[in-house]
């Protein structure tokens, strides 16, 4: 049994030590919102928080974590109320199809604790998640509102 602190809670899950993060996020513990996309960490849709640095949990085998903290994107509302992030991409109707979103708010959440008033450049450097429909632009716009509230 590997012991995984997920969202704040103690989960003993019975899988091999090179498993990856993700599967066990979603098949073992039941945690789907953390999507699998490319399965090689390119695409991003699989990002979630471990000790609050945003990774790709597709590639990070759950033997690794030790005490390590996850967060995924079902812990961003909090008490009933949605994450500042979650309220701008409805703001501003980031999603279209929206299987990327919540690995690309889990990257957002990230870059706004490291910067909360990040610059072009900074969102260019640290959201390198693919969105296929192409709302870069609403992305972008949704962080600087957050950054700017």
Known sequence: MIELSINGKSHAVGVEPDTPLLWV???????????????????????VHIDGVAMRSCQVPVGSLG???????????????LHPVQKAWVEFDVPQCGYCQSGMMMAVVALLQQKPKPTDADINAAITNICRCGTYQRVRAAIHAVANA
């Open 67 to 81: 005490a390590s903290k996850v967060m995924t994107v079902e812990a961003l509302a909090q008490n009933g109320k």
């Open 25 to 47: 996020l979603r098949d073992t513990i039941g945690l789907t919102g953390t999507k699998y996309g490319c399965g090689i960490a390119q695409c991003g849709a699989c990002t």
